[in-house]
């Protein structure tokens, strides 16, 4: 399913009475911070052209959606705002899935580059504003079969 398609929370994952499939579904991000525990639907960006074109031409997406970018490894990153119609968190993970930073409430359409503090591997793209009223940075983290942190949580039998 695409953007704007579905929007899983953590409530709804425990009606479903499994909170468990968070951290081991590939379409879902799992993230924990001191103060919360959140679920994003996502879609991935794996290849060169899916990150190339990541949240582009998307004018709105779900509350709890979102665009998990996966790289073959760790490097500083620097993403951009061309074609993005909607204001992102744009936040950086390095591969043991903890927050390196977030760039916050990026302006759609600019193209200057809003850079990762440090190596990251991995990149999770969600509405603007949101990363803030979760309480999501540094030291955050980020759990998905991607990141190799989801087998992890003892309901994943990979």
């Known amino acids: 399913m695409g953007i704007g398609q579905q929007i899983i929370t953590s409530a709804a994952l425990m009606a479903l009475g499994s909170q468990a499939l968070a951290h081991c579904a590939p379409d879902h991000v799992h993230v924990t911070t001191d103060?919360?525990?959140t679920v994003f639907a996502v879609d991935?960006?794996?290849t060169?052209?899916?990150?190339?074109r990541g949240?582009?031409?998307v004018d709105q997406m779900p509350r709890f959606s979102g665009m998990l970018f996966v790289f073959d490894d760790m490097n500083p990153r620097a993403f951009w705002m061309k074609n993005t119609l909607i204001p992102l968190d744009i936040?950086?993970?390095d591969d043991a899935g903890r927050v390196v930073n977030v760039a916050a409430d990026a302006v759609p359409g600019d193209l200057t580059a809003?850079?990762?503090?440090?190596?990251?591997?991995f990149v999770l793209e969600i509405n603007g504003?949101?990363?803030?009223?979760?309480?999501i940075g540094p030291g955050s983290e980020i759990?998905?079969?991607?990141?190799?942190?989801?087998?992890?949580?003892?309901?994943?039998?990979?």
């Open 114 to 121: 809003l850079p990762s503090d440090g190596p990251a591997q």
């Open 48 to 52: 060169p052209a899916d990150r190339e």
């Open 55 to 57: 949240l582009m031409f």
């Open 35 to 37: 103060r919360s525990q």
């Open 44 to 46: 991935l960006a794996q």
């Open 129 to 135: 504003g949101l990363a803030q009223t979760l309480g």
């Open 91 to 93: 936040i950086f993970v």
């Open 143 to 158: 759990r998905h079969p991607a990141i190799g942190n989801a087998k992890d949580h003892a309901a994943c039998t990979n």
